[in-house]
Structure formats: C-alpha cells, structure tokens
C-alpha cells in the first residue's frame, strides 16, 4: 500500500519579468515575485509538503538578475532545512539551451532535482514516488512532450511534469502542445502542468492533470490573483487538489458612462485597492468640446490603485442640429461632412470606426490633446 502523500505544484513565476506596460511600477512588480517566492516556501513548509514541484519559467530570460537567482536560491534553501525536495523542470523562457541559466544554477543547489534529458526520472523509493518530467531544450521542443514521456513502471505514485499548450484546434508553432487524449494515455496519478497563467484543469481518463497558473500577475488582464495547487494522494482515491491564494495584484475592470469627471472619480475610489490594476473603460456620447483628457484621470486615481488604464471608448454622434454649428465654409463643418457621406452604406464596423475619426478629428481640429482609442 502506497503511503498518502502532499505536494504543492506551482510553475510560471517568470522571475526578472520586464512589465514594460507597467511604466514605472515594473520594478515593483519585478520585486513582488521576488517576495512570492518567499511566500510559496511558506506556504510548502506550513502544510509540510512531501515535495515542491516546479512545471517551468520560474525565469523570465535566460540572464535573471543577481536578485531574481538570489530569491530562489534562499527559496530552495529554506527548502533544504525543511527536508523537502524541490523538483522541476525547464520552460520555454529558461529552456536548457547551451547557455541556459537554469541548468547552471541546479547544479550548484541540493535538494533541487532539476529533470532533463539525460536524467528524465526521479524516484523516492521510501515515499513510492516516481516523477518524470520533460523539459524543453529550446522555446517549444520537443514538440509534443507527453509522447517522449517513458511508461510508468513500478508500484509507485506516477506524477508527470510538462511546460507546454494544451491542444485546441490552433496550433502555435511556437508551442510545444499535447492533447487530451495524450493525458488519457499516460497512466500518471497526476500530471503538473506548466506554460498557462490562469489555472486550469485537464483532466482525461483516469489521469489528473493541472495548471496551476502564474502564482503572481504576469499579464495586465489576470482578474484573479494567482494560485499555487495543493495536491493530496490517498491510496484508492483520485488525488485531491486545492488551489490556495498567493498572489496580491490582480485586475479590476470598470466601465462607466462619462457624463462627469468628478462623480466618476468618486465612484472608482470605492473600488481602490494599492494591489489592485484598474482598467477603467470610459463610454457615452458626449460633444468633442468636454472629451476629458485621460492621462489627468489617470494621474488622479494613480495613489488609489498600483497601476492605472484609462481606456477612451466614447463616441460622438453629431447630430444634425449640431452639424449646422458648423458652417459649411469651415474646416471643421466640411471634416464633419466628409466623414457622415462617408457612413452612408457601409457595414456597422466600418461606422463605428468612422465614428471614432470623427470624435478625434474634431477634437484635434478645435486644439484639444486626445489620445488615440486602444
């Protein structure tokens, strides 16, 4: 009878990420990984795991900085002194390409198995534990690394580590994938998964299989903060998994009618969090003369929020009363003309995409700064 056993799975750390959309909050966001190492340590010890699995990209690049080597080193350290080995596996940003970080700083690490294609295997003979991991020697090969994957041999629980895409009809060839079926045939208790921030299940057959997603906001669209995954093996079940919070960014999103600037600041600060990206959607049709300038929104709420984007999405439809505002003689009264001749007949895209030449030449013609719709 094979013992019970816990394991925390986490991949996509992306440790010395750039966050260029960030701005001037990327170094702070660069350290929030650094500090979610931190936490993720605490967490396995707290729960006095049998075991850390890391399914690939726990480096953004392959030249991290000395602070990003020196997190993880302290990481798998405290690691060490808990007597809990840490297992993982190359991605597609810290691939085992010659000059590749990862291989270089395992070596130099006790208590870090890292599973490469010399050495795919690790087994723990007294916790009957056999895990087999594939990493990819470049950003997307092998291409297909469940079918490299050796048969499960022995009385063991069979855990499987892969950084790739699950198949879904559009294949990337900058991917490495597999499929459903794929996990089917694997035979493995349970299948760690790496290569998607959003966690995500993908289980088939008798196989279980996750992706634990970015424990830390990678992206500026993640509306959840990001997860580690606890997985309990008992004998006669299927392994049970519960993903635990420790991530501290994530997005919210609001949409609001712009009718006054005002008001609609006071209503955005009863959602602030300084952990929080906001992504504010303004809309409404209002005249060119009262477009608000976005970057001073911004500015506004930048103290409520970690970051802040101001997404301009309102319209303005002249109406033919105001059309006669504008004399026929006037560049401003032809530019309208032109542009309402050139909505006649053509397909609703196409209309709101007039639309919005028509809300910002008319805003530039009369002096405004208005920056471009996203």
């Not at 080995?85 to 130099?108: C, F, N, Q, Y």
């Not at 006790?110 to 991991?133: M, S, Y």
């Not at 105001?322 to 609703?348: C, N, P, S």
Request: hydrophobic share 40%.
């Amino acid at each position: 009878m094979k013992p019970s056993l816990k394991i925390i799975h986490t991949a996509d750390i992306h440790l010395g990420a750039k966050f260029v959309g960030l701005g001037n909050k990327g170094s702070d966001q660069r350290r929030r990984l650094r500090e979610c190492v931190g936490d993720i340590i605490d967490y396995v010890i707290s729960e006095n795991a049998d075991m850390l699995l890391i399914a690939g990209d726990v480096f953004d690049n392959q030249q991290p900085s000395p602070e990003s080597i020196s997190a993880l080193t302290h990481g798998v350290q405290r690691l060490r002194d808990a007597d809990i080995p840490a297992v993982m596996i190359a991605g597609t940003h810290d691939s085992l390409r010659e000059d590749g970080v990862l291989k270089r700083w395992a070596i130099k690490q006790a208590g870090v198995v890292l599973l490469t294609p010399e050495q795919p295997v690790w087994i723990d003979e007294q916790k009957q534990l056999c895990v087999q991991g594939v990493s990819l020697t470049s950003a997307h090969e092998p291409k297909r690394p469940l079918t490299v994957m050796h048969k499960p041999e022995g009385d063991y629980w069979q855990i499987g580590m892969v950084h790739a895409a699950l198949e879904m009809g559009r294949e990337n060839p900058q991917e490495a994938v597999f499929s459903l079926d794929e996990i089917a045939k694997s035979a493995l208790h349970y299948l760690a998964l790496g290569h998607w921030h959003r966690r995500r299940e993908c289980s088939k057959g008798k196989t279980v299989a996750w992706y634990p997603g970015s424990p830390e906001m990678i992206a500026l669209d993640e509306s959840e903060p990001g997860t580690v995954l606890k997985i309990e093996f008992l004998e006669g079940c299927q392994p049970k998994v519960t993903p635990y919070v420790v991530g501290k960014r994530s997005l919210v999103e609001i949409t609001l009618e712009l009718y006054d600037v005002e008001a609609i600041l006071t209503q955005i600060r009863n959602y602030a969090d300084v952990d929080k990206v906001l992504l504010l959607r303004l809309q409404g049709i209002i005249p060119p003369e009262l477009f608000p300038d976005i970057s001073e929104i911004a500015r506004a709420l930048e103290k409520d929020f970690f970051y802040v984007r101001v997404k301009n999405e309102f319209t303005a439809t002249i109406k033919k009363d105001v059309l006669d505002q504008y004399g026929e003689q006037t560049v401003m009264g032809k530019f309208v003309r032109i542009v309402r001749d050139e909505k006649d007949g053509v397909d609703a895209k196409t209309q709101l995409e007039l639309d919005q030449v028509l809300q910002l030449g008319l805003a530039l013609l009369a002096g405004r700064e208005v920056p471009p719709c996203s």
